[in-house]
């Protein structure tokens, strides 16, 4: 039978693609949507202002928001979460209390003592740092969206080789500053040169993931800066990377060609079957050719360039799925086969 679960935040960005994504899903079945005191009470297809290539589905448009704010109890004990950070903060930590697992796309957690930043193919041993919440339930947070994006090509290359120093620069899409975000005239025919808390959440969160578990978390020792930019791209964030690293380009480029994690081992339902695929023409990866590949779940590297020690590649990523949704699905799967939950 499958499991039922809750989406908060539903009427979102992510929350969006959290209902597309979990339609026919063989692990679980969404029973209850969620949103803010404004959509409550309103049939799903009545309260979302849909903006997804494909319609509504079926099973959610005559689904009733409810509002965690109206009546705090929820019945699933599976949450997926896309809510605002400041709502998360303490709306989260109760429904783990009370023994819900919560797998959050939020900022709020990611840094607690015992709460992982999980991408499966990167760290999924992260995963066993649930047990030491203390709590019923638990929280599972996925990384920024464009941490994630990043740390799956540096993962490939950290299992073979030493690296170190990097300089990424980033232009990410409108998507990711949520439905309402940026208004037209901010951002059309336009690159906003700063993102508040972006590069912190880049510096901090990629020394987390590649770091180690061992009852406690201890970060992966490197220097990295970050440059975030906002671009008028409707879904992906590209990433320009630099990095030292110890190996020639042939080895670089099979490293990352080959790389594959538990994920695909374990043959998840959302498990892209190629994390990273690699492009030999110079004008890709773009958003509008390659934000979809692997389902939105695969990172696309190009641009590979090897000189005096400095690698260089552009990543693309899709914010709402890989870095978001289709990310938090993919630490459920795992946590489901992992009998967690
Ligand atoms: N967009 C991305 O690419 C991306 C990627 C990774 C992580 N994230 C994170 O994911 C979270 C959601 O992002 P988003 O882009 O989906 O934001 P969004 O489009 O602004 O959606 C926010 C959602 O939260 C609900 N909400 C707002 N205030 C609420 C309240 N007081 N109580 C309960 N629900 C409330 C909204 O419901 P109503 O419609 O009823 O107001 C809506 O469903 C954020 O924390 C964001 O940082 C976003």
Same mark, same amino acid.
Do not use: C
């Given at each position: 039978m499958k499991k039922q679960v809750a989406i908060m935040g539903a009427t979102g960005m992510v929350g969006q693609r959290f209902v597309s994504l979990l339609e026919n899903h063989p692990f679980f079945e969404v029973t209850s949507l969620y949103?803010?005191?404004?959509?409550?009470?309103?049939? *799903?297809? /009545?309260?979302?202002?849909?903006v997804l290539e494909k319609d509504i589905p079926e099973y959610a448009k005559s689904i009733v928001l409810k509002s965690f704010? /109206?009546?705090?109890?929820?019945?699933?004990?599976i949450v997926f979460s896309a809510l605002p950070s400041d709502v998360a903060n303490t709306l989260e930590t109760e429904l783990a209390k009370s023994g819900h697992f919560v797998f959050s796309n939020t900022s709020s957690h990611r840094y607690d003592e015992f709460v992982p930043i999980l991408i499966p193919e990167v760290n999924p041993d992260h995963i066993e740092a649930v047990k030491f919440q203390g709590t019923k339930g638990f929280i599972v947070t996925n990384a920024n969206c464009s941490t994630t994006g990043l740390v799956i090509p540096l993962k490939a290359l950290l299992d073979r080789f030493k690296i170190s120093d990097l300089f990424v620069v980033t232009m990410q899409a409108i998507s990711g500053a949520g439905i309402h975000g940026l208004s037209a005239l901010e951002i059309h025919g336009n690159v906003l040169p700063y993102i508040e808390k972006e590069e912190e959440k880049i510096e901090i969160e990629t020394k987390k993931i590649l770091g180690k578990f061992v009852q406690k978390f201890t970060d992966f020792?490197?220097?990295?800066?970050?440059?975030?930019?906002?671009?008028?791209?409707?879904?992906?964030?590209?990433?320009?990377?630099?990095?030292?690293?110890?190996? *020639?380009?042939?080895?670089?480029?099979?490293?990352?060609?080959?790389?594959?994690?538990?994920?695909?081992?374990?043959?998840?339902?959302?498990?892209?079957?190629?994390?990273?695929?690699?492009?030999? /023409?110079?004008l890709r990866p773009q958003p509008v050719l390659d934000v979809n590949n692997g389902n939105g779940m695969s990172v696309s590297v190009g641009r590979i360039r090897l000189k005096g020690g400095i690698l260089t590649f552009t990543v693309l990523s899709h914010n709402t799925i890989r870095g978001a949704a289709g990310g938090s699905i993919l630490n459920a799967e795992l946590a489901y086969v992992k009998g967690l939950i």
């Open positions: 949103g803010s005191k404004r959509s409550a009470g309103k049939k *799903y297809k /009545d309260a979302v202002q849909w704010e /109206d009546s705090p109890t929820v019945q699933e004990n020792d490197i220097n990295i800066f970050a440059r975030t930019n906002r671009v008028p791209v409707r879904e992906g964030h590209t990433e320009v990377v630099f990095l030292k690293v110890e190996a *020639y380009l042939p080895e670089i480029i099979s490293a990352l060609r080959d790389f594959r994690g538990l994920p695909q081992e374990l043959k998840l339902p959302t498990a892209p079957l190629k994390p990273i695929i690699i492009f030999e /023409d110079p």
